[in-house]
């Protein structure tokens, strides 16, 4: 069973910089798992911010900025904002053409 | 503008089958995958799998043996079923497509909650 793992929880401070993290249980995260980051505010169905390890969605500030570091994925706030305050999910393309989401990150800005 | 409006029963007996349908409006349901998601209250986001317009299906390893998805294209809708259901499936069922580049999720559905309890 793969299990993609992210840091429970971040707290930033506005105007602050934030990196999020994206692991593979299977090995080192490329881009050929495509990675993509969804933010979910509670209630709200999530939104897809980044795709293909670094391509932003349409209407998605350039705050946002994704990438792979080291052997993971990873997801850049540069400046947060009050708003950004959401849980953050990475989604990875993995080996049998399945797709399994990570543990999810709660980012705190204050 | 795609939209998606996920239906289904609210409540649904242990045992039982969950079934749940996605509409699709403001586009085709041909030439793309559609995805489901699921978000157990409280926890994150798993996914359950994915249909071609064709029919073509992938799922989740872990729900398999549980899932069946299907298409109906002239009514523009995908639907989920998963059968012998406990309390550890109840969740908000989220549908989504799939770009037409693949590999990412332009639209999604808000979610219908579907609770497992006798």
């Known amino acids: 069973q793969t299990v993609v793992t992210q840091e429970p929880s971040f707290s930033v401070s506005p105007g602050g910089t934030v990196t999020l993290s994206c692991g593979l249980s299977s090995g080192s995260v490329s881009t050929s798992n495509y990675p993509s980051w969804h933010q979910q505010t509670p209630g709200q169905a999530p939104r897809t911010l980044i795709y293909s390890t670094n391509a932003r969605s349409s209407g998605v500030p350039d705050r946002f900025s994704g990438s792979i570091l080291g052997n993971k994925a990873a997801l850049t706030i540069t400046g947060a904002q009050a708003g950004d305050e959401s849980d953050y999910y990475c989604l990875l393309y993995v080996d049998g053409g399945t797709y399994v989401f990570g543990t999810g990150t709660k980012v705190t800005v204050l | 503008q795609v939209q998606l409006q996920e239906s289904g029963p609210g409540l649904v007996k242990p045992s039982e089958t969950l079934s749940v349908t996605c509409t699709v409006s403001g586009g085709s349901i041909s030439g793309y995958y559609w995805s489901w998601i699921r978000q157990p209250p409280g926890k994150g986001l798993e996914w359950i799998g994915y249909?071609?317009?064709?029919?073509?299906?992938k799922y989740n390893p872990s729900l398999k043996s549980r899932v069946t998805m299907s298409v109906d294209t002239p009514k523009n809708q995908f639907s989920l079923k998963l059968n012998s259901v406990t309390a550890a499936d109840t969740a908000v069922y989220h549908c989504?497509?799939?770009?037409?580049?693949?590999?990412?999720?332009?639209?999604w559905g808000q979610g219908t909650l579907v609770i497992v309890s006798s």
């Open positions: 249909i071609h317009y064709s029919g073509t299906t």
């Open positions: 989504a497509r799939y770009a037409i580049s693949g590999f990412v999720l332009d639209y």
